[in-house]
């Protein structure tokens, strides 16, 4: 089939990868998100999938919004057969979707219906489950509720982050995409609507999500900096400045401490919760490089009794 493959940040090249190693398909043009300022110097950046298709010297649109009458119109002459998708990050109007002849075909990573959303495996980990996947779908007007061609599945490992998960289930779902794409190119697969029940929901995860609060139980602390790692970056407070949680570990023994409360001995430091307390392992002090938390609290040199929070 004539594809043109849509997607935007790094998650998306295995798929586009895939795609064009497949031996069955052309990706005669890739579609991405407008460059992006980046870096101190703020200068324009193009997205890691626009990077990628110039390597391969495919043809790469970059429209501010997919229904602009001129973009449309160079798909409508490009006329693929289907629009394969990867986090490309931008709402899609019916004008668009009725182009190519096999509709937008998404690779979303959850087991649909659960997590619908731009944060699906945040969300995952975050709700502590221990198995999640992706999912292949006809793109429709509403929030990933289109009907399913293929699914995967893939556990939640217990020190697993939501960039760990994301990066196995990008791997992976490269290749239930281009499975996808052969089954649809021979008519083998057929789209399945999904069931009524079990939706859950994944908006972005904001800076104010972020912020741990050491009120919760541990094992609740441990997945918001897990499913927060890397973006938008767990944290809390201490002496009024931000303070990033790179990662934290459970401790079972100890629930001598108040919520937020911090001990410290020569090569630990811990903090309570509303149930045991959990052992900073990495933290990132505002403006600092990621640390250890033991080298954290010797240079803070933490007093008895102060919290953070």
């Known amino acids: 089939m004539k594809l043109v493959f849509a997607g935007t940040p790094e998650v998306a090249v295995p798929a586009l990868d895939a795609l064009i190693a497949s031996g069955r398909h052309e990706v005669a ?33 970059k429209p501010v919004k997919p229904r602009d009458p001129e973009f449309q119109q160079r798909l409508r002459e ?17 004008s668009a979707l009725d182009i190519p002849l096999h509709g937008w075909v998404n690779l979303h990573f959850s087991l649909l219906p659960a997590w619908r959303g731009a944060a699906p495996v945040q969300h995952s980990i975050m709700a502590g489950d ?31 982050t939501s960039g760990d998960l994301l990066t196995r289930l990008a791997f992976a779902g490269a290749g239930l995409l281009a499975a996808t794409m052969d089954g649809i190119e021979d008519g083998t697969l057929r ?14 995860i904001t800076v104010e999500d972020a912020r741990v609060d050491w009120k919760a139980p541990a094992l609740r602390v441990d997945r918001v900096v897990r499913g927060c790692t890397p973006a938008p970056g767990a944290w809390t407070v201490f002496r009024g400045e931000r303070l990033k ?3 934290v570990g459970l401790v079972t023994d100890r629930t ?8 410290v001995a020569k090569n630990n430091v811990w903090v309570g919760t509303g149930s045991h307390a959990v052992e900073l392992l990495w933290v990132q002090p505002q403006g600092k490089k990621p640390m250890k938390g033991a080298d954290w609290a010797r240079g803070v040199r933490i007093a008895a009794g102060e919290r953070v929070g």
């Open 29 to 61: 043009a890739v579609v991405t998100r407008p460059d992006a300022p980046a870096g101190r110097g703020r200068r324009l950046v193009a997205s890691p999938v626009a990077e990628r298709a110039e390597e391969a010297g495919i043809e790469v649109l």
């Open 78 to 94: 490009i006329a693929p057969d289907c629009c394969p998708v990867v986090a490309y990050g931008a709402i899609l109007p019916q």
């Open 191 to 204: 789209a399945v609507p999904q069931p009524g029940d079990g939706i859950s929901l994944a908006p972005k």
């Open 130 to 160: 221990e198995v999640t996947g992706a999912s292949t779908f006809r793109i429709v007007e509403g929030l990933d509720a289109g009907p399913v061609f293929g699914v995967l599945t893939e556990d939640v490992r217990p020190t697993d």
């Open 256 to 263: 001598d401490l108040a919520p937020g409360e911090i001990a």
């Open 245 to 247: 949680l790179v990662s």
